[in-house]
Structure formats: structure tokens, C-alpha cells
């Protein structure tokens, strides 16, 4: 059974940092796409960036240069948001999605490229 587990996420003051975590599980190759995606109270869920199966990332505009996603080839497969200069704005519920491909998958901003999602952890940006 797949599964996947958001940890890091906590209050924060605007200027700071947080590492996100996700732990994947159950899946049977790595052959994964991860995407990351956020919920911010009143708005719709938005993407902010994903890492292909060959750990290609991409990055909305709104966070280039500040967030940065990466993947642990260890003996978990650990999927990390690098979030840096955090802001007001990045306060949400941050999600994790996957999906596992044969071969090669190139990820997507779009959320039914993903049929595995984690709960959300809160980060929430205080002045």
C-alpha cells in the first residue's frame, strides 16, 4: 500500500526557513515523480514545484530562488521542500503527491498527474 507522510512543518517567523519532508512507501520501484503543492485557508490548492524521475525540478515563479525540492536516494525514499526567506504568503497546508511509472515520468503541476497524496502539514509565516 502506498503511502506517503509530510513532517517539518511548523510556525515560522517571515525571513526563516523550514525543510519539509515527505516519506514515500510502498511503492515498488523509484522510478517516481513527486510533486509539491500548497493550500493556503480560502484558497484554491496550487502547485510549487515537482522532480522528475530523473530528479529534474522545476519551480513556480512565486518561489524560484527561495524553494527548492530534492530527493534522498538512501534506503527511504525521502522527497524534501527546501523552503528559504519565507514570507506571509507562503502560509498553507503543504501536500506531497507522487506517482510511479514504468519508466520515465516527467511530473506535472497538474494534480490528477498524482493518485497518491500525503495528509498536509501547516506551515504557517508569522511577522
Known amino acids: 500500500q502506498v503511502r506517503l507522510a509530510e513532517s517539518g512543518g511548523e510556525a515560522v517567523q517571515a525571513g526563516g526557513s523550514l525543510r519539509l519532508s515527505c516519506a514515500a512507501s510502498?511503492?515498488?520501484?523509484?522510478?517516481?515523480?513527486m510533486g509539491w503543492f500548497r493550500q493556503a485557508p480560502g484558497k484554491e490548492r496550487e502547485a510549487i514545484a515537482y522532480?522528475?524521475?530523473?530528479?529534474?525540478?522545476?519551480a513556480v515563479a512565486s518561489v524560484q530562488g527561495r524553494f527548492s525540492i530534492s530527493r534522498d536516494h538512501g534506503k527511504h525514499i525521502l522527497y524534501y521542500l527546501q523552503m528559504n526567506n519565507l514570507k506571509l504568503e507562503d502560509t498553507a497546508t503543504y501536500y506531497c503527491?507522487?506517482?510511479?511509472?514504468?519508466?520515465?515520468?516527467?511530473?506535472?503541476?497538474?494534480?490528477?498527474?498524482?493518485?497518491?497524496w500525503g495528509q498536509g502539514t501547516q506551515v504557517t509565516v508569522s511577522a
Open positions: 503527491a507522487a506517482v510511479e511509472v514504468p519508466r520515465y515520468c516527467s511530473g506535472s503541476y497538474l494534480e490528477q498527474y498524482y493518485p497518491y
Open positions: 510502498g511503492f515498488t520501484t523509484r522510478r517516481i515523480c
Open positions: 522532480i522528475d524521475s530523473e530528479d529534474v525540478t522545476t
